[in-house]
């Protein structure tokens, strides 16, 4: 008999919905969620990416990114720009309030790291994020499978 309690792929899905859960409870007060979380983090790392851009680098469709760049401009944290090379692409990048508030939700970000991982110490930290980077593959966006 098959064990789904004990499957791999069973355990890192509740393990992530953990971890989103936790992360949605720490910025909630900024009326974020973490897939947003997600993209400003990115583009503080980089400002100025286009939507493929950020699609690729969180690995999530170009549709579901461009809602997400929609709800953030609205808020006022990012703005779009024209590309100067591609009259068809923009270039997102943050406002002065999408690079204000980078400080606290960093700060959030790590309250929520510390208690989802709270029961690892550091040398197990670092045996997970080399085992999850393994398991991660190639980074490219995946569809929904079939069955």
């Known amino acids: 008999m098959y064990d789904i309690e004990e499957s791999i792929g069973f355990l890192l899905s509740k393990a992530y919905q953990r971890a989103w859960a936790i992360l949605r409870?720490?910025?909630?007060?900024?009326?974020?969620?973490?897939?947003?979380?997600?993209?400003?983090?990115?583009?503080?790392?980089?400002?100025?990416?286009?939507?493929?851009?950020?699609?690729?680098?969180g690995q999530v469709?170009?549709?579901t990114i461009g809602g997400l760049i929609d709800r953030l401009e609205r808020v006022g944290l990012l703005e779009r720009r024209q590309h100067p090379q591609d009259r068809r692409a923009h270039l997102i990048y943050l406002t002065?309030?999408?690079?204000?508030?980078?400080?606290?939700?960093?700060?959030?970000?790590?309250?929520?790291?510390?208690?989802?991982?709270?029961?690892?110490n550091e040398n197990e930290?670092?045996?997970?994020?080399?085992?999850l980077n393994?398991?991660?593959?190639?980074?490219?966006?995946?569809?929904?499978?079939?069955?």
């Open 134 to 147: 393994i398991l991660r593959g190639e980074r490219r966006v995946y569809e929904f499978p079939s069955c």
């Open 25 to 57: 409870e720490e910025i909630e007060q900024y009326d974020l969620t973490p897939p947003q979380f997600a993209l400003l983090a990115f583009l503080w790392q980089q400002d100025g990416l286009t939507q493929v851009e950020l699609s690729e680098k």
């Open 125 to 131: 930290l670092t045996e997970l994020r080399r085992m």
């Open 96 to 120: 002065e309030q999408g690079k204000a508030i980078e400080g606290a939700l960093s700060v959030c970000a790590g309250r929520s790291l510390e208690r989802f991982t709270s029961g690892l």
């Open 61 to 63: 469709d170009r549709s």
